[in-house]
């Protein structure tokens, strides 16, 4: 399946139930397409993909925890 973050989003007349589901597929293919931006600008760089790897899974960690961020 082509990774294309420009899909349409589904209508409630496409009988999805919420807008969450409806948004699922366009936020999967959206953070597909970060990841792949991340790891190939990591590589170009010289990074290691381990560590690449490691730092995006810690900085969605980060990301989940509400008072990580300062504002």
């Not at 807008?19 to 990074?47: D, T």
């Amino acid at each position: 399946m082509p990774n294309d973050a420009r899909q349409s989003v589904a209508s409630p007349k496409d009988h999805v139930l919420t807008v969450q589901e409806a948004l699922e597929p366009l936020f999967l293919a959206l953070e597909q397409e970060a990841e792949l931006k991340m790891l190939s600008a990591a590589l170009n760089a010289g990074w290691p993909l381990d560590e690449a790897v490691t730092a995006i899974d810690e900085l969605r960690r980060n990301e989940l925890l509400p008072l990580s961020r300062p504002h």
